[in-house]
């Protein structure tokens, strides 16, 4: 069986990955040996120790900077999904992110390996057991519009995120923040209700912190005007259908950015993406394995491809019979075979995850020993039949969305896995506005209505307690259908609130073990972050975050 | 007069039945505004849904979003966009021309394919070439629209490894591109309707040749093509225009997904999107002004049929 | 022309169905299109009967590897979720025909039956409907159908109701031309004075002449029926997954264009035969009634 190579650094612009689709031309194998070997994770999952980052999984393919980095050309890239709105404090959605992350930053970044570094914020101090925080912020920092950055910027930003009237639907992530407060034109001091390791993180993040000038959003629509600190500055924005970006020339992270511009156009249809790279109409766009497979024979592209924070699974109302039932559940993921569902839904650009992602720091738990990874029919059996249930006999719906097509490719495997157990899953397939409101009501009605089985992803959270607390503790706002469990209940909220990296470490681990076990939400796998890029692109990085963080090191050779 | 008058009164009255339907249409499709924004990952609390609800005037009992909306619509304003605020009306008219420009070249390919096909199909005596163009034609119009603009865009560029260039410009700031943008788009839509006119360009001229007045054409010594030209085309011209004009419909219809594969920021898509995002006004405004450029193309229509055939005139 | 000859010209027969027409084997002869297309239709509707037992797995069964080529056990390989394609093909004309036919059926029962009590009718019932029909059908086809199909639950069953409702205006509009032709003629005023109940002449009269554009129209409906449902299922809005239908299988296909042509190739051509099919057969059967009548 050929085993998986871990990503290799890209060298002379060999193809990254080696990830080969089991076809035909290599003899046909039968749907056991298929399936077995995907299995063999690459060896080496040098976990990162984070400084309060997650870390990478391993460094993310990155350019081996052989030449001097050079200033100048624009950037022509595809983007799949139209951003929306370019507000950096009240948009919920991945795509709005990838458009005004270059644009907007907050006061700290990621570095490449995912590690928390300084960016507005030179550096900080915790005081008050982890309960006030004082950033010095960096000096002579300008905004697009030619302003310097002081500390109103910074107070004015935050107080709108947790301004309940500005509904960002990402403020959770300070929660727990009380006041801001305006030490001096360069300092800031933030009081917490408690202590929080995610805070750090939570500016990072980016998806509630971008720092505008003070007033900005009462003097411009900020969902297609932006006005950041970014390398990059908004130059237009013409909804659905293209951004452009010039360079911001004074950047404090000189000599950085290099390219003079970038543009990106809307394309949803992947053939179209596939076609423009190939001919050369554009220099990067994002692509999906099978997009992957078929651009192998194009000149003058590299993929680069590498583990990302992004977790698919299915959520579970659990108020219901018969899926109330441990066992039931645990029962349905045994009768799956993780690989499979990796094989089928992302053409194998995946690794098996629990429920925090694959890669994500040395917080997830080693997909070697994950439970679930082969079928185990009569296992599955069993257990329904302890359950009450001897030969299934009852029907679950479980509903996707086109708009992600590797969802909707899980669920029919999901299904017809589970015809082997006599269970009957109705697959309801929803046009995205439909699917979210769907899931909406079953968490606003407690699992009353809505629906039973809802097949997502999460994508990247700053702190691990993104991934566990809001969906599985008593409390949390995301929880299908009341989840509780009185045994980890406690560990969920001690894990948010200590410091200690060990002791989170063992809490998470064994809170993971639990959820696996009891499962509460059904993981799959998490995603490789696939890339194409021409070979006239130099410096770029991937970012295990999924977003385009490093553009700003890029230039074109 | 009076007949011109008579049918716009019964075209405004179309037009508001319309919008009625588009409103309450668009409402009852499950999911809002606020889903859009919230996601499945965001959390916002009943308050703050409620108070969105009511920034967008979505609040307010439906008849009155619906006499307010009338009300502006009559004004020249469309209200303004969900999603960025923008005001529709500007939107829907920088959206406009690509789409317009996308039907005309079509409608003109279509025609000049069509046509002579269908001309060649009647007059021909051959049994097999009569045959041959009709599969022929018939072909085109057998593949599904989105599938003959994917399969275009692939051979174009893994075998041409041609691609237009992406950033839409319009015909007048650089035409040559422009047409390039457009040759794909066009190609995947004119396949199929180029078979309809086809059709009916052979049926009708089928039936128009076999007419007296042909006949007595021929024997007063008039020249085929003339007779051709003259009385066999102008009056079969008729139905044809009958069919383009109705063909205006699916092609506004197969505009939506053919913008869309192909990146084309055109009415079509804006309303797609719309319609995924909630975007009410977006959505209302769009599908008015298709309704009333449909409706235009027909009132066209039919003032050709008063030039094409005399004895058609309406009381 | 005088009056009496463009009455003559314009009189609707007794009976639209061909009563006496010299030889058969002539028409084939003169018009093979008709033949091949009554051939590939008859063909899909064969198989589509018989699909279960011509078809060598279920249609749904995750049994195989993914994108296999063909090869003897899966003589059209297999799908990219690893089910046999040969069978996904044959079950999917099924769905095709209950596609088309659902879809027809309707527009038939609202817009054929509109157009007639509208013709027949007249006056202000001929107007309210003729407005009826036009804001249907200046709606855009693609957005009701979202609309209807988003509202309802998602299903093919739903939007097919959705193609019936945005096809009914073309049925109204053809069917209320000879309608109109007929409630003109003076006869019709005779059959009125003699006491003849409406229904009776409408179905006397009127169902005859109206008979053969709507066939010819029925069958032309029912192959961009097929080609609709396979721009919904495009949209995620058609068909529901796993139920195989070719306008999906070409959907699905298209993350594989390059990789695995077959998979899209196959259900492209099966669509492309059967709408060809219903065409060809639709042009034979307009020329064999009424070379006059006109189609849309």
């Known amino acids: ?292 497979a078929q651009l192998k024979g194009s000149p003058g592209i590299t993929v680069f491809k590498s583990p990302n924070a992004w977790v698919s699974l299915h959520y579970i109302n659990v108020s219901k019979k018969p899926l109330s039932d441990a066992r039931v559940r645990r029962a349905i993921r045994m009768a799956v075979d993780t690989n499979e569902v990796i094989q ?130 008593s409390a949390g706002a995301l929880n299908d259908g009341g989840y509780r469990n009185a045994k980890i209940d406690p560990l969920m909220q001690q894990a948010r609130s200590i410091f200690n990296h060990d002791q989170r470490k063992s809490l998470y681990r064994e809170i993971q073990r639990t959820l696996l076990d009891e499962s509460p939400n059904w993981w799959w796998y998490a995603r490789f972050n696939i890339e194409a890029i021409s070979n006239k692109v130099q410096g770029y990085a991937q970012s295990f975050t999924g977003r385009r963080i490093f553009l700003k090191k890029a230039w074109l050779g | 007069m009076r007949y011109l008058v008579r049918r716009l009164l019964w075209t405004l009255a179309a037009l508001l039945g319309v919008s009625l339907l588009i409103f309450v249409l668009v409402r009852l499709i499950p999911g809002t505004i606020i889903e859009v924004i919230t996601g499945t990952e965001g959390q916002l609390s009943p308050q703050q849904r409620l108070d969105l609800l009511r920034s967008f005037g979505l609040d307010r009992p439906l008849p009155v979003q619906y006499a307010l909306w009338l009300w502006n619509m009559l004004q020249g304003n469309l209200g303004w966009s969900f999603r960025t605020s923008q005001p529709v009306a500007g939107l829907l008219v920088s959206r406009l021309p690509i789409t317009v420009e996308l039907a005309v070249l079509t409608v003109i390919c279509v025609t000049l394919i069509g046509l002579p096909l269908g001309v060649a199909a009647s007059i021909t005596r051959s049994v097999r070439l009569k045959t041959f163009v009709q599969i022929i034609g018939l072909v085109g119009l057998s593949v599904p629209n989105f599938w003959a603009g994917i399969v275009l865009i692939i051979v174009a560029s893994f075998a041409f490894h041609w691609f237009p260039a992406l950033i839409f410009v319009t015909p007048w700031q650089d035409l040559p591109v422009n047409l390039e943008q457009m040759s794909l788009p066009v190609l995947s839509l004119a396949l199929g309707l180029a078979a309809v006119v086809l059709r009916m360009t052979r049926s009708s001229m089928l039936e128009v040749l076999g007419q007296d007045y042909v006949r007595v054409a021929q024997a007063k010594g008039l020249s085929h093509s003339i007779v051709l030209l003259r009385h066999a085309l102008r009056n079969a011209l008729i139905p044809i225009v009958t069919v383009l004009g109705l063909q205006m419909g699916t092609l506004l219809g197969g505009v939506v997904i053919t913008e869309q594969i192909f990146g084309l920021p055109g009415l079509g898509w804006t309303l797609l999107n719309g319609v995924y995002q909630r975007d009410y006004p977006v959505v209302q405004g769009a599908v008015m002004l298709f309704a009333v450029l449909f409706v235009l193309t027909n009132l066209f229509v039919d003032l050709t049929y008063t030039y094409l055939d005399p004895r058609i005139r309406y009381q | 022309m005088s009056r009496v000859e463009a009455e003559l010209r314009d009189a609707p027969r007794q009976s639209a169905w061909p009563v006496r027409r010299p030889g058969y084997r002539r028409f084939v002869r003169r018009s093979p299109v008709t033949v091949i297309g009554a051939g590939l239709v008859l063909a899909v509707v064969l198989v589509a009967i018989v699909a279960q037992i011509i078809a060598p797995y279920g249609p749904n069964s995750q049994d195989a590897q993914p994108l296999l080529r063909p090869d003897r056990r899966h003589l059209a390989g297999t799908d990219e979720l690893g089910r046999d394609e040969l069978s996904r093909l044959i079950y999917g004309a099924r769905v095709s025909l209950y596609v088309g036919g659902l879809a027809v059926s309707i527009a038939l029962a609202c817009g054929a039956t509109s157009g007639v009590l509208a013709g027949f009718y007249g006056g202000w019932v001929d107007n309210v409907t003729m407005r009826i029909m036009d804001v249907l059908f200046s709606f855009p086809a693609i957005v009701l159908a979202i609309a209807i199909t988003s509202i309802l639950r998602p299903s093919l069953t739903n939007a097919m109701i959705a193609i019936g409702i945005v096809y009914a205006p073309i049925f109204a509009r053809i069917a209320r031309g000879p309608t109109l032709a007929v409630v003109t003629l003076a006869y019709i005023e005779a059959a009125r004075a003699v006491g003849l109940p409406n229904w009776k002449i409408m179905l006397r009269h009127v169902v005859p002449n109206v008979s053969a554009p709507l066939i010819v129209q029925t069958t032309v409906s029912l192959s961009t029926a097929i080609l609709t449902e396979a721009a919904l299922s495009f949209l995620g809005l058609g068909t529901q997954p796993p139920t195989a239908s070719w306008g999906l299988m070409l959907s699905a296909a298209r993350q594989y264009m390059l990789l695995d042509p ?22 034979g059967l307009r020329d064999l009634l009424d070379p006059r009548i006109r189609t849309l």
């Not at chain 1, 050309?73 to 709005?96: K, Y």
């Not at chain 1, 030490?183 to 993040?205: C, E, H, R, W």
């Not at chain 1, 082969?374 to 599955?380: E, F, I, S, T």
């Not at chain 1, 909707?408 to 495997?413: E, N």
């Open chain 1, 1 to 292: 069986m050929r085993a998986r190579e871990a990503p290799r650094a890209r060298g002379e612009g060999d193809i990254v990955d080696e990830m080969r689709v089991p076809n035909s031309r290599q003899g046909r194998l039968s749907r056991r040996g298929f399936v077995a070997g995907g299995l063999a994770v690459g060896g080496g999952l040098a976990g990162v120790r984070a400084l309060g980052g997650p870390g990478g999984l391993l460094a993310p393919a990155a350019a081996a900077a052989a030449a001097q980095p050079k200033r100048g050309g624009i950037l022509i890239a595809a983007q799949e999904i139209d951003p929306v709105s370019l507000d950096p404090h009240t948009n919920s959605n991945f795509s709005a992110l990838q458009a005004y992350e270059h644009i907007y930053e907050s006061l700290t970044g990621y570095d490449e390996k995912t590690n928390i570094v300084p960016a507005l914020a030179e550096r900080w101090e915790t005081s008050n057991a982890g309960k006030t925080y004082v950033f010095h912020l960096r000096p002579n920092v300008k905004f697009h519009n030619g302003q310097t950055m002081t500390a109103e910027d910074v107070k004015y930003s935050i107080d709108r995120v947790l301004d309940p009237k500005t509904a960002s639907p990402w403020r959770n992530w300070f929660d727990l923040v009380q006041e801001v407060r305006i030490v001096d034109p360069l300092t800031i001091q933030m009081n917490l209700k408690g202590p929080y390791p995610g805070l750090l993180g939570s500016f990072a993040g980016m998806r509630a912190s971008g720092i505008m000038p003070k007033g900005l959003a009462e003097r411009e629509n900020l969902k297609i005007k932006a006005i950041g600190t970014g390398p990059f500055k908004l130059v237009e924005f013409v909804s659905q259908d293209h951004i452009t970006y010039a360079r911001n020339p004074d950047y404090w992270n000189a000599p950085q950015p290099y390219l003079d511009g970038i543009t990106f156009k809307i394309l949803t249809e992947e053939n179209a993406r596939l076609a423009a790279l190939h001919a050369g109409q554009i220099q990067y766009a994002v692509v999906t394995a099978q997009g992957e």
């Open chain 1, 344 to 473: 089928k839904a992302v053409f194998g650009a995946g690794v098996p995850s629990g429920p925090v992602p694959t890669g994500y720091g040395d917080w997830y738990l080693d997909p070697k020993t994950l439970p679930y990874q082969r079928a185990d029919v009569d296992g599955a059996k069993k257990l329904l039949a302890e359950a009450g249930y001897p030969n299934g006999g009852f029907r679950i719906e479980m509903k996707c969305s086109p708009q992600y097509p590797e969802f909707v490719a899980s669920t029919l495997v999901v299904q017809d896995s589970l015809r082997k157990l006599g269970i009957d899953v109705q697959v309801v397939q929803q046009e995205w506005g439909t699917f979210v409101n769907d899931h909406n009501t079953e968490l606003k009605t407690g699992g009353r209505e809505g629906g039973e089985i809802f097949a997502s992803a999460n994508t990247f959270r700053p702190d691990p307690d993104g991934y566990i607390y809001p969906y599985f503790h």
């Open chain 3, 262 to 283: 077959w998979i899209a190739v196959l259900p492209g051509a099966a669509i492309a035969l059967t709408v060809l099919g219903f065409n060809l057969l639709g042009d």
